[in-house]
């Protein structure tokens, strides 16, 4: 009788007042009242639906057999403390759903439970015993960051039962839990509330959603202004700041994952209750823009591409992307594609826009992910470099080659402009390293970046890159990398040909540094030919010119035979990274037919190096010199170098064939068809690569203007 006395209540002052009174009900975040019913009926008849709140009600059933506990906070990531406060945050949030889809007690008292323990203990704690020095700590968590993103579930929970508390249990759980832990994070840690930067971004929807729930604008407005309220600040600030207008997130896919939760959860509510801002709407629909961003930066295998600080396991599935995924489909942009890639995430968020996804899936409405090539601008005016994506062929077997020429990404950046990926037949073949770090394993370090993201993972020889005279770019200083953007990168198609151009003037004082890949499809060719010209031109000679390729697979296959094996192994180098490269051997190449063969997931890839100098050598390496911890993981590779020239250009063609059935003990397609690749100079401003297919001649003109590479024609052989 209570709650339909409550309900016809909220019925007749959502009549009368109904502007003013839905930012008063609840619950009113992701699931809101009016859309409780038809969520209630969809778990059973939509099986998206089903499944996704069949995997949280499992979870909450299996954790209601035991008891509520909140221990004070005293383990680092990963330890025991830190992995229980997380998981009793998942269970507020999963419970509080539970009770709003079965009207079942014994979700509401778990809920009920937690926050009664938190409130109680929660003022007592001081900052976190294993917090890193000058590195804003929590109290729950040993950093910030950790209790905004606490706070961001634990305020949705609440927004779901709220309803439920008395009076009493309200005033309880909100002046000794939600009150302090606002202070704390937007007066204690006021710089990081005001940090342009995804750390910020979590604390302005920590404290924006829970003044949203609780009532209290002040909180509300600094969120959205600032804690100035002058706007050079807050949430506004970091979508002007931190996206292009393509929506690419300056930190790169991974945290451009993390980041959106926030980013568009925060957007939800303010849609629910200030609708006035439009937010949705805000730079152009800049969030609808984002999630297609993010999802272009990953591969057909749903992995993101792991451009600087990245955990490479991260993917499409991860519960940051199917819920800005959802709230992007149900609230700007409906999209047939986005219920496309909602199916290969294999599940939805219970809520109004999850329960939208599930039914438009289930009336067919879905069509298949469009994974483009495409030019993704950098900066926020979008001059600012970028990433050029190139793809070829079926989803399940697409050749996906990446650019990277990008802003640095503040600290999370690594010095890696004109770095290349290459992902093909549903795997990486010429992978970028990621971060160096072992998300929560306690014994690495405190599931911290280990000290090798800053000695190996960050440094320029970690990547597939040009490297001058042993060094990084920008001296590996992250302030040089901010101040400068880089020159310039374009895309363009043309028939079968397909190329990208990107350059860079400023990584390392007077040098120019250009790239250009090119892709050419030809008729009886499995897939397209991939041409790479890199360049690097200094105003005086460089000691080195260093072009590694770190690849996965086995080589089968070089041009040169019978190398000679080395008794000891040495390091390639000293400093910058190099001290991590144990040197495997190393030859000259010829002045032709210089060729290696790698063998990855059944099947081959050959690289054909046109060479003009007599000084250019080739090095196998691998990675774990000087890792007495065993941090490193293992990664092979080879380095193309030159030396002692002030114009250093590297040519490679790279050709794919075979096919090898490890079952059958077959192999098809066996033999290459690219042969007599060769480079020559007819001029200082021009670069012609030309090679033969069966009996097909082929030509390109590489154009150089002010040393740098600016345009891609073909011509006749």
């Given at each position: 009788m209570r709650n339909y006395i409550k309900y016809v209540v909220r019925v007749f002052f959502a009549f009368i007042f109904p502007l003013t009174i839905f930012a008063q009900d609840?619950?009113?975040?992701l699931i809101t009242q009016p859309k409780l019913p038809k969520l209630r009926s969809g778990v059973e008849q939509l099986p998206l639906l089903k499944t996704s709140f069949l995997e949280i009600k499992n979870f909450v059933d299996l954790e209601l057999q035991g008891t509520v506990s909140v221990p004070t906070p005293q383990d680092a990531g990963g330890g025991y403390?830190?992995?229980?406060?997380?998981?009793n945050y998942q269970l507020l949030l999963n419970s509080a759903i539970c009770y709003q889809i079965t009207l079942e007690q014994k979700y509401l008292k778990r809920c009920k439970e937690i926050f009664l323990a938190y409130a109680q203990s929660y003022k007592n704690w001081p900052e976190h015993p294993k917090r890193k020095e000058n590195h804003p700590s929590g109290r729950i968590f040993w950093q910030n960051l950790n209790d905004c993103v606490w706070l961001v579930h634990a305020i949705q929970a609440y927004d779901l039962i709220v309803s439920e508390l008395s009076d009493q249990e309200r005033k309880h759980?909100?002046?000794n839990l939600f009150v302090?832990?606002?202070?704390?994070?937007?007066?204690?840690h006021k710089d990081v509330f005001d940090k342009i930067h995804n750390h910020g971004t979590w604390s302005i929807a920590a404290v924006g959603l829970t003044g949203l729930v609780l009532g209290k604008k002040e909180w509300v407005d600094k969120s959205i202004y600032g804690s100035a309220l002058d706007k050079n600040t807050g949430f506004l600030k970091q979508m002007d700041e931190l996206f292009s207008p393509d929506g690419y997130y300056a930190e790169g896919p991974y945290y451009q994952r993390y980041a959106l939760l926030p980013f568009v959860l925060f957007a939800k509510a303010l849609h629910n209750?200030?609708?006035e801002l439009k937010i949705f709407e805000y730079r152009d629909k800049l969030l609808a823009k984002?999630?297609?961003?993010?999802?272009q930066t990953s591969y057909t295998n749903g992995l993101l591409f792991p451009l600087n600080d990245a955990i490479k396991d991260k993917s499409i599935k991860s519960n940051e992307l199917i819920l800005a995924n959802n709230i992007i489909y149900g609230d700007i942009s409906p999209s047939p594609t986005l219920l496309g890639m909602a199916q290969k995430q294999g599940k939805v968020t219970l809520s109004d826009a999850g329960l939208q996804v599930a039914e438009d899936i289930y009336l067919g409405k879905s069509q298949p992910f469009d994974y483009k090539t495409t030019l993704i601008h950098d900066g926020k005016d979008g001059k600012k470099g970028g990433i050029a994506i190139l793809r070829h062929g079926a989803e399940d077997t697409q050749q996906a080659l990446v650019l990277k020429n990008t802003t640095h990404g503040m600290g999370h950046g690594h010095f890696d402009r004109l770095s290349f990926l290459l992902y093909d037949n549903g795997t990486e073949i010429f992978p970028d390293y990621g971060a160096a770090r072992f998300l929560n394993i306690e014994t690495k370090s405190g599931g911290h970046y280990l000290k090798e993201n800053n000695s190996w993972a960050k440094q320029t020889i970690a990547h597939n890159t040009l490297v001058i005279s042993e060094a990084s770019q920008f001296n590996a200083k992250v302030s040089a990398a901010e101040e400068y953007t880089p020159s310039m990168i374009k895309l363009k198609e043309q028939g079968t040909i397909t190329y990208t151009i990107a350059s860079d003037k400023n990584a390392y004082p007077q040098t120019s540094l250009s790239?250009?890949?090119?892709?050419?499809?030809?008729?009886?060719?499995e897939k397209p030919l991939i041409l790479d010209i890199s360049m690097a031109h200094g105003n005086t000679k460089m000691a080195s010119i260093d072009l590694p390729y770190y690849y996965l697979g086995q080589v089968v296959d070089q041009s040169q035979k019978d190398l000679a094996a080395a008794q000891t192994l040495h390091t390639f180098g000293t400093k910058n990274g190099y001290e991590h490269l144990w040197l495997d051997g190393s030859y000259t190449l010829q002045q032709k037919d210089n060729y290696l063969t790698l063998l990855t997931n059944y099947k081959f890839y050959k690289i054909h190096f046109a060479n003009n100098s007599p000084e250019t050598s080739l090095h196998h390496v691998h990675l774990g010199a000087n890792d007495p911890n065993l941090n490193l993981l293992p990664t092979r590779g080879f380095i193309l170098r030159q030396k002692n020239t002030n114009r250093a250009v590297f040519a490679q063609l790279l050709e794919t064939y075979g096919d090898i059935n490890p079952t059958d003990e077959t192999i098809t397609n066996a033999n290459p068809m690219v042969s007599n690749f060769k480079m020559v100079m007819p001029s200082a401003h021009d670069i012609q690569l030309r090679f033969d297919v069966a009996d097909k001649h082929y030509g390109f003109s590489i154009a150089i203007t002010d040393n740098e590479i600016t345009n891609v024609k073909t011509i006749e052989p």
């Open positions: 609840h619950p009113s975040l403390t830190h992995e229980l406060h997380k998981k759980i909100e002046n302090p832990m606002v202070d704390y994070l937007m007066v204690n209750y200030r609708p984002a999630i297609e961003t993010v999802f790239r250009a890949l090119i892709t050419l499809k030809i008729e009886g060719l």
